[in-house]
């Protein structure tokens, strides 16, 4: 069942949520959702999903990699919400999960019923387009929101101007 979005009504606002992954087109993500946020008087999130590890047999290992891994998602995020608010002058929301990445993108979604719409960005690999477009692009089941995907090879000024 797909939750009703409240983002269009009384007392809410639209957000916008781009995916923080350390690959080179998430800048592009974060900065289109980033003004269109902005422009619309909405809101921003900036999610990072930490990919579950399993490592069963060293316990003692596995909570020092989760704990170096949240730590490392942790810095991303706040990095890029700083960038955020320092070029384009507002705060984001800050999430971060540890799981499969479609399923807690969905579960983020689900969760905030002001989210309205997924960014993403498409990467210049030959191999495709990049493995978060990839990975959801060929998923069986849609979002419950619109999925915004920005083409390979636009700049930063093509991004302001568009929004």
Request: hydrophobic residues 45%.
């Given at each position: 069942?797909?939750s ?8 809410h606002r639209r ?6 992954d350390?690959?080179?087109?998430c800048?592009?993500a974060?900065?289109?959702a980033a003004r269109?946020?902005?422009?619309s008087n909405g809101?921003l999130?900036?999610l990072f ?9 060293w316990i003692g290992?596995?909570?020092y990699?989760r704990?170096e891994?949240?730590?490392e998602a942790?810095?991303?995020v706040?990095?890029a919400?700083?960038e955020?608010r320092?070029?384009?002058g507002?705060d984001a ?8 990445v ?5 579960a983020?979604?689900?969760?905030d ?6 960014v993403?960005?498409a990467?210049?690999?030959k ?10 692009a060929g ?6 929101i619109p999925v915004?995907v920005?083409?390979d ?7 302001d101007a568009l929004?």
């Open positions: 069942m797909v009703k979005r409240l983002s269009g009504e009384a007392g957000k916008f949520v781009a995916i923080v350390g690959t080179p087109e800048s592009l974060v900065r289109y269109r946020a902005k422009n809101g999130v900036l999903v930490i990919p579950q590890h399993d490592v069963q047999q290992v596995q909570e990699m704990a891994a949240r730590e942790e810095v991303a706040s990095k919400a700083e955020v320092a070029s384009i507002i929301e800050i999430v971060v999960r540890e799981g499969s479609a399923e807690e993108i969905n983020v979604v689900e969760d019923r002001d989210i309205a719409i997924l993403l960005a990467g210049s690999a191999e495709g387009p990049g493995p978060l477009v990839s990975l959801l998923r069986g089941k849609a979002f419950s915004t920005l083409p090879g636009l700049s930063e000024a093509d991004i929004c």
